[in-house]
């Protein structure tokens, strides 16, 4: 049976234990968390009481913290602790910093000493660092340890680790010394020494790390995990690739927010209320509401002669609209290409010259087109088709030019290079192409 037929069993109002245990065994646990999406408090707290109790804190793990906050406020102390106990400490830590204080008070005092130990210390650590997405469950084997001692001792902590296909070497001290994957281990000999085997060229990351670095190592290096050291470089926890992958999710939304000309939010869409939704566009849409004025200013030095040629003006929409696409263009391509590491601060002299050149291609094919366009619908006025001709080619290159240098620059000043993707580089372009119109019809018309 698939998730619809059971949602429809449940909806139907038939909680009926015996049918439901049996079929929810069978499934996925992701894709019995995602049936709680679907139901109201009273079916959630219900489905959640009936779960498998060996599947029931995985599920929860999935679970939105909506829906785990309203199963944890009806559970007693005693369930709140079997299920906070056999969570992952990376999970559990995530699970209380969605939760409201008077909730957190309440799950750690159910919690085993040690674990609550280990949640308070990563809590601790800076939200975009290394050391708040690590968890310390993780299989350590030491230096001296055989190849059938360390089978042993994953046999015996195993069940409890988050990860087993890599092992991490430390010395009696906890200093990291090198990794060992499941593969290597199942291919050597039971007699052979951990320290002889092991690889010691290990990537890792500091507990203080910008989590967005390390996302970029587990790319660059193909990573199932990554430890995770202090300052001694003492193994402390470990990262692994679903953290990452949500780290990935988290970053890449954040960067098109910005894009947007939002606040980033960290709720979902549908569960952000319509104010906190305004509260995140009013900030942008006044700015660039009120860096219009520059347009306008420049408009408005120039209205007594567009009086005597007001057909200009029925032009402008269209170089303003062409900048602001060329330079998105190139701002979007030069942001992507820093974010994967394509592109480096070094860089910008080539990327500038690049940009150029796309934009004297872009341009003098848009110039063209436009040129035919205007002389069959202006009766053939050679002065006015070259006048807008040669703006929208100039544009197109300033527009490209500015669009490459902006992110770089940016980024030079520790700046997140989404902020000026969409606003400052709008409000730029658009001043410079309305001066880049005005100048040329000047000169070629005598405006």
Same mark, same amino acid.
């Given at each position: &049976?698939?998730?619809?037929?059971?949602?429809?069993?449940?909806?139907?109002?038939?909680?009926?234990?015996?049918?439901?245990?049996?079929?929810?065994?069978? &499934?996925?646990?992701? =894709?019995?968390?995602?049936?709680?999406?679907?139901?109201?408090?009273?079916?959630?707290?219900?489905?959640?009481?009936?779960?498998?109790?060996?599947?029931?804190?995985?599920?929860?793990?999935?679970?939105?913290?909506?829906?785990?906050?309203?199963?944890?406020?009806?559970?007693?102390?005693?369930?709140?602790?079997?299920?906070?106990?056999?969570?992952?400490?990376?999970?559990?830590?995530?699970?209380?910093?969605?939760?409201?204080?008077?909730?957190?008070?309440?799950?750690?005092?159910?919690?085993?000493?040690?674990?609550?130990?280990?949640?308070?210390?990563?809590?601790?650590?800076?939200?975009?660092?290394?050391? !708040?997405?690590?968890?310390?469950?993780?299989?350590?084997?030491?230096?001296?340890? @055989?190849?059938?001692?360390?089978?042993?001792?994953?046999?015996?902590?195993?069940?409890?680790?988050?990860?087993?296909?890599?092992?991490?070497?430390?010395?009696?001290?906890?200093?990291?010394?090198?990794?060992?994957?499941?593969? @290597?281990?199942?291919?050597?000999?039971?007699?052979?020494?951990?320290?002889?085997?092991? =690889?010691?060229?290990?990537?890792?990351?500091?507990?203080?790390?910008?989590?967005?670095?390390?996302? =970029?190592?587990?790319?660059?290096? !193909?990573?199932?995990?990554?430890? %995770?050291?202090?300052?001694?470089?003492?193994?402390?926890?470990?990262?692994?690739?679903?953290?990452?992958?949500?780290?990935?999710?988290?970053?890449?939304?954040?960067?098109?927010?910005?894009?947007?000309?939002?606040?980033?939010?960290?709720?979902?869409?549908?569960?952000?209320?319509?104010?906190?939704? $305004?509260?995140?566009?009013?900030?942008?849409?006044?700015?660039?509401?009120?860096? $219009?004025?520059? @347009?306008?200013?420049?408009?408005?030095?120039?209205?007594?002669?567009?009086?005597?040629?007001?057909?200009? &003006?029925?032009?402008?929409?269209?170089?303003?609209?062409?900048?602001?696409?060329?330079?998105?263009?190139?701002?979007?391509?030069?942001?992507?290409?820093?974010?994967?590491?394509?592109?480096?601060?070094?860089?910008?002299?080539?990327?500038?010259?690049?940009?150029?050149?796309?934009?004297?291609?872009?341009?003098?094919?848009?110039?063209?087109?436009?040129?035919?366009? %205007?002389?069959?619908?202006?009766?053939?006025?050679?002065?006015?088709?070259?006048?807008?001709?040669?703006?929208?080619?100039? @544009?197109?290159?300033?527009?490209?030019?500015?669009?490459?240098?902006?992110?770089?620059?940016?980024?030079?000043?520790?700046?997140?290079?989404?902020?000026?993707?969409?606003?400052?580089?709008?409000?730029?372009? =658009?001043?410079? !192409?309305?001066?880049?119109?005005?100048?040329?019809?000047?000169?070629?018309?005598?405006?």
């Amino acid at each position: &049976m698939n998730k619809e037929e059971i949602l429809t069993l449940i909806k139907d109002g038939i909680m009926d234990i015996t049918r439901l245990k049996p079929l929810l065994s069978d &499934m996925n646990t992701v =894709d019995i968390a995602e049936i709680f999406d679907e139901l109201e408090k009273e079916k959630i707290i219900q489905l959640f009481r009936i779960l498998p109790k060996a599947m029931a804190s995985d599920i929860f793990a999935y679970m939105d913290s909506v829906h785990q906050e309203a199963i944890v406020t009806v559970l007693t102390d005693a369930e709140i602790g079997e299920i906070m106990n056999k969570l992952f400490v990376d999970d559990a830590v995530d699970f209380i910093e969605e939760m409201p204080a008077t909730v957190v008070k309440r799950i750690l005092e159910n919690v085993h000493h040690e674990k609550r130990k280990l949640i308070n210390q990563i809590l601790q650590y800076p939200d975009d660092s290394a050391g !708040s997405i690590m968890t310390t469950e993780y299989a350590d084997l030491r230096e001296d340890f @055989t190849v059938r001692e360390a089978f042993d001792s994953i046999r015996s902590t195993g069940l409890n680790k988050e990860t087993i296909y890599n092992c991490y070497v430390i010395r009696r001290d906890r200093l990291l010394t090198g990794v060992i994957s499941a593969k @290597t281990l199942m291919l050597s000999r039971p007699q052979e020494n951990i320290g002889d085997i092991m =690889d010691t060229n290990v990537v890792f990351a500091y507990t203080t790390e910008d989590r967005e670095t390390i996302a =970029d190592q587990f790319k660059k290096y !193909s990573l199932l995990a990554m430890p %995770v050291v202090d300052k001694e470089r003492r193994l402390v926890g470990i990262i692994t690739v679903d953290d990452i992958v949500d780290v990935i999710v988290e970053e890449n939304t954040e960067d098109i927010h910005k894009m947007a000309a939002l606040v980033p939010s960290e709720d979902p869409y549908l569960k952000t209320s319509i104010f906190q939704h $305004a509260k995140n566009r009013f900030l942008w849409m006044l700015i660039l509401m009120l860096s $219009a004025t520059i @347009t306008g200013t420049i408009i408005s030095g120039f209205e007594e002669k567009l009086m005597v040629l007001p057909i200009l &003006m029925s032009f402008i929409p269209m170089l303003m609209n062409t900048g602001g696409i060329a330079g998105s263009q190139s701002s979007t391509l030069i942001i992507r290409g820093m974010a994967v590491g394509e592109i480096g601060l070094r860089d910008i002299f080539i990327v500038v010259w690049k940009e150029i050149r796309v934009g004297l291609l872009c341009g003098l094919g848009l110039g063209i087109v436009n040129f035919i366009r %205007v002389m069959i619908m202006n009766n053939k006025n050679v002065t006015l088709c070259l006048t807008i001709t040669v703006s929208l080619f100039c @544009t197109v290159i300033m527009a490209k030019t500015i669009g490459s240098i902006l992110p770089i620059f940016a980024k030079r000043l520790k700046i997140d290079p989404a902020i000026v993707s969409a606003p400052l580089l709008t409000t730029i372009v =658009d001043a410079l !192409s309305l001066v880049i119109y005005f100048s040329f019809a000047k000169v070629i018309l005598g405006f």
